[in-house]
């Protein structure tokens, strides 16, 4: 939100769902509040050619205004030109999130991404190797993911949901993928003990899985960018012991779809 200008937002939540019930950016030197949807005027645009299954665009988002009128297209060149602005770029740039590419992305524009990633991965070093040296910043979390993935560089033991959760960043795409697991394992206990006319009792305290299964239901196509060859994804991921290590870097993952 602060990429747009957005500042104080105050949130509510209702049930599982939460959002933002008003936030505030500086118009003229002074606070503007908002508190009703659709009628903000935050200087940001956005640039779109498709939208996605629930109607909403597959945007990248500027802030500030533009000179471009409403529903102009650009060229690749154009848009590759001005991706160093866009919230999207930023977002990859201070580590804010994975990178998470699809075939339909061009590659000057996903090279331009890369280029973001790579300069948060170094932040992300530099700060890692920080905090190993002082104790006193351990409890500090630091806003860089690539403080502290180990997905590629050492793995990730996962034998409890609160591994992915609460203790290290993973991609999102596995994140799914063993959320997914960990209900079809539950719901297997649950058949199990129909079948055996057993009681079954749910306990939603225990996160415990294993990574077993983790593609029985699918196991997608990627592109790697630097092999330039397409491999199906357990081909680079190894299981191992309930530990998941990605044998390439996110970055360098193309998803098909």
């Not at 802030?63 to 009128?69: A, F, H, R």
């Not at 920080?130 to 990730?156: F, M």
């Not at 991609?171 to 997914?180: N, S, W």
Request: charged share 30%; glycine share 6%; hydrophobic share 40%.
């Amino acid at each position: 939100m602060w990429l747009v200008g957005v500042k104080k937002p105050q949130w509510r939540k209702f049930g599982k769902t939460t959002w933002v019930a008003k936030a505030c950016f500086e118009k003229d030197g002074q606070e503007v509040w908002l508190d009703e949807k659709q009628t903000d005027h935050i200087p940001a645009y956005i640039v779109t050619s498709n939208i996605e299954k629930n109607g909403r665009p597959l945007a990248w988002v500027f802030p500030g205004d533009t000179d471009d009128l409403d529903g102009a297209e650009l060229t690749k060149d154009m848009l590759a030109s001005r991706l160093e602005k866009s919230v999207n770029y930023q977002l990859l740039r201070y580590g804010l999130v994975y990178p998470y590419f699809f075939m339909t992305l061009a590659g000057k524009l996903r090279d331009k991404l890369i280029e973001a990633v790579r300069r948060a991965q170094a932040d992300g070093l530099q700060k890692r190797q920080t905090l190993e040296n002082s104790a006193a910043d351990r409890s500090r979390k630091i806003p860089n993911l690539w403080v502290y993935d180990r997905s590629v560089a050492e793995g990730i033991k996962i034998a409890d949901l609160k591994n992915i959760t609460d203790e290290t960043e993973i991609h999102p795409y596995l994140f799914r993928k063993i959320i997914k697991v960990w209900y079809a394992q539950k719901m297997q206990g649950y058949w199990t003990s129909l079948h055996d006319r057993s009681p079954y009792e749910f306990d939603e305290n225990d996160k415990s899985l294993t990574l077993a299964g983790l593609f029985e239901d699918g196991d997608p196509t990627v592109f790697i960018v630097s092999d330039q060859d397409f491999v199906k994804l357990s081909e680079i991921v190894q299981l191992k012991d309930n530990t998941l290590q990605l044998l390439r870097h996110p970055m360098d993952i193309v998803f098909l779809s």
